[in-house]
RNA sequence: CGGGGUGUAGCGCAGUUGGUAGCGCACCUGCCUUGGGAGCAGGGGGUCGCCAGUUCGAAUCUGGCCACCCCGACCA
């Protein structure tokens, strides 16, 4: 590709909206382009990368064996009231009705669509196993979308869907995905990191999310600082060693005045106690119907994931300082687990507070508090769960290990999801037995541009992007710097040419402006290598050969400069 | 949905007693220049987010609406 032919825009200054890193780049080196709020314009640059990134994923998923298919984009609502989730699903699916008044939604996921195509395809063992994908655009109506096409509303997914016979053939699927995922992320130069996931309200009791490590990442992994020990798991999941059970003797149960006293640390401080001897009570609503209280250390946050998890519910949710107040009879910050359960209210446990002796709870009443408080001579609990937020610094579960922490960006997702929709939407084939059952499934999801953002994330500079090889829109620019001085820019014609007819991903900055802009531009976009032919030089007969990733470049000799680039760009493709 | 903010040229912005719109970058033409977003000269580009109102006159004042951004809630 010319640049004087190709359509690149770049910008010097960048749009008021961008925030993230990539953000701006993105926007500065014209990949895409805003259209409203969540959806963008892929523009040839960014279209390229997201290519490349399709082309790994397509290439490792036939290499596992899943066969790409392409499913509509929208989908009969009659399919998502099968399984469900018409209702469930919420104002994230875009619904429309067509001109014969047919519901119908914007595919946000298409579990209910391939498991209506599969029921009706697949009758026998004989035909499994089975793992299809797609790789297609995907809308949510996130409620705020944001970061460019880090989470944007309109977006492009790789979605893969797997049917086994039975849970052990679904797991080695799972694994095989698990190992896949692991490839592409190396494949793509990901400095990433697997971790157990939360399954959420998509059912299925194993997962394991692929985090690229980026700073700005929205979410959160809890590891273990003992690399032998290897235990890294999503925010929502992640485990820690809980104390061990004290053993102190049980102290009298006594009412105390705490007048205005309703956090923690007012309380730990007025009694002269650490915040870790307490005991918070916390009242949720569960699935808008019940009041539920969660009683947490004091020095402790509550994982609502968790939580929700521990009581069952689909979803959970603070109750209003009114309800507290209605159902309790005590204002915010007075709650305890004493006498609750006997107002109808279910009592959570966290491990932590299960192992305290003499605790600090609330009174249920204004302005008092219960100190010696021990849990079965005081109180009832309904049942006793983990639902305390892992921090760093805690114990790892797995070997004794310290935990840390660090951000990420989610850019797949591998579920285990066993007969979930099979069940709800009757999936069914023979067995070998003869015997009719439901299809084991697993689902496998990549989200292809955010990946493309995520590796920008992760590679950049003052200057710009700094794309690794595999996926760079162009994998080398050739800059005559001066169009004018003919025999450089005959050189860089017969160069580009090479490397182009070699198979090289190469564009030729061929516009006759100063070079100050051209190495700007070359810089902001990224590309990984740049091969500049200047007067001065040329005139020695070397050439300046450079990766935008080191500060310094090589002069090389006009006659060897093809055979080292091409080496250079198979080297840096090579998995590493 | 709650809180905060912004809409003026492709991008970044200025525009107060209300008098019919400007700067930098980008773009076009010419000259000049050619190793880090050059220089000079000339030029094109605007329903000032939309609708209504006040006024002789509205980018500017009033009301309504819309879009977008940030924080939060939310997030198969």
């Known amino acids: 590709m010319k640049w004087s032919r190709a359509f690149i825009n770049t910008l010097r200054e960048t749009p008021k909206e961008a925030e993230s890193i990539s953000h701006k780049y993105m926007l500065r080196a014209c990949l895409i382009k805003k259209l409203g709020a969540g959806v963008y ?84 063992y004989k035909q499994l196993p089975l793992n299809l994908y797609q790789i297609q655009v995907k809308f949510r109506d996130e409620i705020r979308p944001r970061f460019g096409v880090m989470r944007s509303r309109e977006f ?35 400095k990433f990191r697997s971790v157990d996931a939360d399954s959420g309200p ?136 004493i006498n609750l ?25 204004l302005d008092y508090h219960y100190t010696g408080v021990n849990r079965g001579r005081d109180y009832q609990e309904n049942l006793v769960a983990d639902f305390a937020k892992a921090v760093k610094g805690d114990t790892c579960a797995k070997c004794g290990g310290k935990l840390n922490e660090q951000k990420g960006i989610e850019m797949g997702h591998v579920f285990y999801l066993g007969k979930k929709y099979s069940k709800s939407m009757q999936a069914k084939f023979l067995d070998e037995d003869g015997k009719s059952k439901e299809f084991e499934m697993g689902c496998f999801g990549i989200g292809v541009s955010r990946t493309v953002a995520a590796s920008i994330e992760q590679n ?41 007819d070699a198979g090289i991903d190469v564009i030729m900055d061929d516009r006759d402006i100063s070079p100050g802009v051209k190495f700007k531009d070359s810089d902001l976009i990224g590309f990984p290598l740049r091969v500049v032919v200047g007067e001065k030089n040329f005139k020695d007969g070397k050439v300046e050969v450079k990766l935008r990733r080191e500060k310094d470049f090589a002069l090389m000799d006009k006659a060897e400069v093809f055979d080292r680039v091409v080496g250079i760009v198979k080297k840096e493709k090579e998995i590493k």
């Open 460 to 500: 950049n500079d003052e200057n710009g992007i700094i794309w690794p090889m595999a996926i760079a829109p162009y994998e080398v620019n050739v800059i005559p710097v001066n169009v004018k001085y003919e025999e450089g820019m005959k050189y860089a014609e017969e160069i580009y040419k090479k490397l182009k």
């Open 41 to 124: 314009d892929l523009l040839p640059l960014g279209l390229k990368s997201l290519n490349k990134v399709t082309a790994i994923i397509r290439e490792e998923m036939n290499a596992a064996g899943a066969q790409e298919v392409l499913l509509p984009i929208l989908s009969p609502s009659e399919l998502w009231q099968e399984s469900g989730r018409w209702a469930k699903y919420g104002k994230e699916m875009m619904r429309m009705t067509d001109r014969h008044e047919n519901s119908w939604a914007l595919g946000p996921t298409h579990e209910e669509v391939i498991t209506d195509l599969v029921r009706s395809q697949v009758n026998s």
């Open 341 to 365: 359960k006997e107002k109808g209210i279910r009592l959570a446990i966290d491990e932590t507070v299960a192992s305290l002796k003499n605790t600090v709870t609330g009174g249920n009443e």
């Open 202 to 337: 998509i059912g299925g009791n194993c997962s394991s999310e692929f985090m690229v490590l980026a700073e700005t990442g929205e979410d959160t992994i809890i590891y273990c600082e003992n690399e032998k020990c290897g235990y890294a798991a999503n925010m929502e999941k992640a485990v820690f060693k809980k104390p061990e059970p004290q053993t102190a003797a049980e102290e009298p149960l006594t009412k105390v005045h705490t007048p205005n006293i309703r956090t923690v640390e007012e309380l730990a401080a007025f009694l002269g106690k650490k915040p870790e001897d307490t005991a918070k009570t916390i009242l949720y609503i569960v699935d808008e119907k019940k009041m539920a209280g969660a009683v947490m250390r004091g020095d402790r946050e509550i994982n609502e994931v968790k939580l929700k998890n521990a009581l069952g519910a689909s979803e959970i949710r603070l109750a209003t300082p009114d309800e507290i107040l209605e159902k309790t009879g005590a204002p915010v910050g007075f709650a305890g687990p």
């Open 156 to 190: 492009m997914m790789k979605d893969a869907y797997s049917f086994d016979r039975d849970e052990a053939a679904a797991m080695a699927t799972y694994r095989l995905m698990f190992d896949t995922y692991t490839k592409i992320c190396k494949r793509i130069g990901f």
